[in-house]
């Protein structure tokens, strides 16, 4: 994928839901870590052994568009049936083991990464875990980003980094482009991601909504707001970048600096957008070492596992009642084993997200004793 790309979209998309929005919302939507999962299960499926890297990205961000479209459906749900009725299918004992398989997914990766030079990778994540535990203020918000540049800086030192892409790439250049393809099987990959994805931008409406004192579930309203986020997946996914999301660390600097005022996320935005055309700035980052990126990966993947941990923890999920045992169960079997033999009716195949996604809305729909209500706050 590309770097410039990616970025071009985090503007764009960020401008995008602010006119969505009323201009209301102090959010800034970059690229969602909940679809590498999918990438990475699209780009090693057997429907498409063969095609070229360029060919299988256009099928992933077939989905992604699919996806950004399940927003909109959800937003019209909200406004017409009320946030309660719809909330009801995605419980925290769907959507947390489900966040819970995208993070364990993508371990494989992390660890093939990291293998390329473990000494470095070991560096990358021990500043991480340093800046979580022991960093104070702006240190505790931005621990990935610390990650990446003090291991980058150390992979210098150590003459670990090849300049020469960065050497012969231009200043100012347009990003590369890849068009959308639409395939049923990528689509089933990708979109159910979807479902713990707008669980996510839930849960960071309602963080940015008590840390600023605003209540922007109920204005501009939680339908406007998804709008915003699937409208932006929508467009990154039709010309080559990655789903959008609203980013949570937004919501921790917004809250350490006090600075609500929506104004500043769309300085950021067009920032974003001139980062985007330059081809240099893109080679410097493609330049970091794949060690690098897998020990970053490695926490940052468990982290995602983490939070589905912590979703069910938070939510105070029985385990006593053998109903909920089952239905994770099932979610969690079915998330990793049909990632390794998929289901294949006809020229469709399903995946473990679509399975895991698929099963475990339906169990949780027709299997008696429910015991978790979503209440209004």
């Known amino acids: 994928m590309s770097v410039s790309a990616t970025l071009l979209f985090a503007g764009l998309g960020t401008l995008l839901f602010h006119v ?35 060919t299988k990205l256009a099928y992933a961000l077939g989905g992604i568009v699919i996806a950004g479209l399940l927003y909109l459906v959800l937003a019209l749900l909200f406004k017409v049936l009320g946030a309660k009725k719809v909330m009801r299918y995605f419980p ?43 960093g ?19 992979a210098l030192i150590a003459g670990k980094v090849d300049f020469t892409e960065v050497g012969g790439a231009n200043f100012v250049g347009l990003q590369h482009f890849v ?23 839930i849960g960071d409406m309602s963080a940015i909504s008590s840390t600023t004192g605003k209540n922007f579930i109920e204005d501009p309203g939680l339908h406007r707001t998804l709008l915003g986020d699937g409208l932006a997946t929508v467009v990154a996914g039709m010309f080559g970048g990655p789903a959008n999301t609203t980013y949570s660390e937004n919501t921790g600097v917004v809250a350490l600096t006090r600075v609500f005022d929506p104004f500043v996320m769309r300085i950021a935005a ?9 081809p240099k700035f893109e080679a410097v980052i493609n330049s970091i070492p794949a060690a690098i990126i897998g020990g970053i990966s490695f926490v940052l993947y468990g982290m995602i596992a983490a939070t589905g941990i912590r979703t069910i923890v938070e939510n105070q999920v029985d385990y006593v009642n053998m109903r909920n045992v089952l239905i994770t169960a099932i979610i969690l079997v079915s998330g990793l084993g049909f990632n390794h033999k998929n289901i294949v ?33």
């Open 136 to 154: 104070k203020g702006m240190v505790k918000i931005i621990p990935i980003l610390l990650g990446v540049v003090g291991s980058y800086i150390v």
């Open 92 to 134: 925290p004992i769907v959507t947390g083991p489900m966040i819970i398989m995208i993070g364990l997914n993508l371990s494989g990766s992390a660890i093939n990464n990291a293998s390329t030079c473990w000494w470095l990778a070991l560096v990358a994540m021990a500043i991480i875990v340093v800046a979580n535990i022991w």
């Open 345 to 377: 009716i006809g020229s469709v195949a399903f995946g473990g997200l679509a399975c895991a996604a698929v099963f475990g809305i339906i169990l949780n729909a027709i299997l008696p004793g429910k015991d978790y209500e979503f209440k209004e706050d």
């Open 270 to 278: 067009v920032m974003a957008i001139i980062l985007s055309l330059s």
């Open 20 to 54: 969505c929005t009323k201009f209301k919302v102090p959010a800034f939507l970059g690229s969602s870590f909940a679809y590498l999962g999918g990438f990475s299960t699209v780009a090693t499926m057997p429907a498409y052994e063969g095609l070229d890297p360029e």
């Open 179 to 201: 068009l959308a393809k639409f395939d049923l099987t990528a689509i089933l990959v990708m979109a159910p991601i979807a479902i713990a994805a707008m669980m996510e931008h």
